[in-house]
């Protein structure tokens, strides 16, 4: 069961505490107070786990600061959008918002290898006028021999380059608890210059130990990536997994579904999901069209499929891209065929610009239509 308590009521109200006495007085229930920081508000929340449905909704209705009850049938308890019953909030990190309606882009190495591409990446995104960012430390590789990423040892000029061009957020990929800390120290000894957004891979889907980890520290927002071979709801609950340790900062990334059907593309292209989960779930939706494509290839359109797919799931309506491009891809230790050149920044940048701005029309026309339907519904 969630109780959405009223916009203005602050966290150290008496009132919460009168919900947590009425909890209180059924056995087995667990009361967990959830605090979403909102683009404009905060909004509190509080959980009741256990064996709810023989608790009645009347004695937390009657409470002043209880906005309303929602009763949950699903799976994804703190996640879910309970068949539209909840909003979907979103969060703020480093001033910058991500929820249902932003649109943010972070493009950046798959893997840091040198501070000079580190640098020659942040300078063009400062020149595009963009905050946000990827750069790979940690990078879990099929193969024991191919490049495992610089690990801790980049932290230090990759924050720090962050500071210096006004990157804000960089999603960063961790493959064991340890590396939060090593991120941790990094950051505090630079000064916390920039922020990171942790990246669960797709090989990590199912770590519930480290989602449990991630889950539990309230530093970081969670950028989950899709399991490559498992179902979406699975990858949801896995989501679940990290929220009901204390964290709802998550931002679910479809990356592409790992199928032989897919080719020539790296992975099957799934960003029809963007919609769905956003029904499904109150979670920003990412899309990741390199990891997904794999490949740079160009349509006799002109147009690389990076481009193409990244417009699929812009059209309908992504929250974030998450995007490998490299100064010089023919040196990039990893996934350098799928990288674009910084040169098509500015090109790939326009491309979504365009569609995001279809989008938006796509909605305003479908929001007309659905009052104009109303209004023959009401006369009718
Ligand atoms: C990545 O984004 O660098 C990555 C390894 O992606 P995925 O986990 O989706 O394969
Ligand atoms: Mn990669």
């Known amino acids: 069961m969630i109780l959405i308590l009223k916009p203005d009521v602050r966290r150290d109200s008496p009132e919460i505490q009168r919900v947590l006495d009425v909890a209180a007085r059924y056995p087995k229930i667990e009361a967990r107070v959830h605090v979403i920081e909102g683009a404009t508000r905060s909004l509190i929340e509080i959980y009741l786990i256990g064996a709810t449905t023989t608790v009645p909704t009347e004695p937390f209705e009657e409470i002043e600061a209880v906005e309303k009850v929602v009763r949950v049938s699903e799976k994804y308890r703190i996640i879910g959008r309970h068949h539209g019953q909840v909003e979907a909030e979103g969060f703020q990190y480093q001033g910058v918002t991500f929820d249902q309606e932003s649109l943010h882009v972070l493009p950046g190495l798959c893997a840091v290898d040198t501070p000079d591409h580190v640098e020659r990446m942040f300078q063009a995104l400062k020149a595009a006028g963009i905050t946000t960012s990827r750069m790979g430390a940690y990078k879990p590789r099929t193969s024991p021999y191919d490049f495992q990423g610089r690990g801790r040892d980049c932290l230090p000029y990759v924050f720090e380059l962050a500071g210096k061009y006004g990157i804000r957020v960089i999603a960063m990929e961790i493959t064991h608890e340890s590396h939060i800390e090593e991120i941790n120290t990094a950051l505090d000894q630079a000064g916390s210059p920039t922020g990171v957004l942790l990246q669960i891979g797709t090989r990590n889907a199912q770590n519930f130990e480290l989602l449990k980890f991630v889950g539990r520290q309230q530093r970081f927002p969670v ?8 179902t979406l709801e699975e990858s949801l609950n896995a989501c679940e997994y990290v929220a009901s340790e204390g964290n709802s900062r998550i931002i679910l990334c479809l990356r592409g579904m790992k199928t032989n059907l897919g080719d020539p593309h790296r992975n099957f292209v799934d960003f029809a999901h963007v919609p769905a989960v956003q029904r499904l779930t109150r979670l920003p939706v990412c899309i990741d069209p390199s990891h997904s494509v794999g490949r740079r290839d160009l349509a006799p359109d002109g147009l690389t499929d990076i481009h193409h797919a990244t417009a699929q799931g812009v059209i ?7 995007v490998d491009f490299h100064p010089d891809p023919p040196k990039a230790l990893c996934d350098g065929p799928q990288a674009l050149t910084l040169d098509e920044l500015e090109p790939y940048l326009e491309d979504i610009r365009i569609v ?12 007309k239509h659905a009052g104009a339907s109303a209004a023959h519904r009401a006369t009718a």
């Open 223 to 230: 950028l989950f990536k899709r399991g490559m071979g498992i």
């Open 316 to 322: 309908a309506g992504a929250n974030l891209v998450l």
């Open 356 to 367: 995001r701005e279809a989008y938006e029309r796509r909605r305003a026309a479908a929001a």
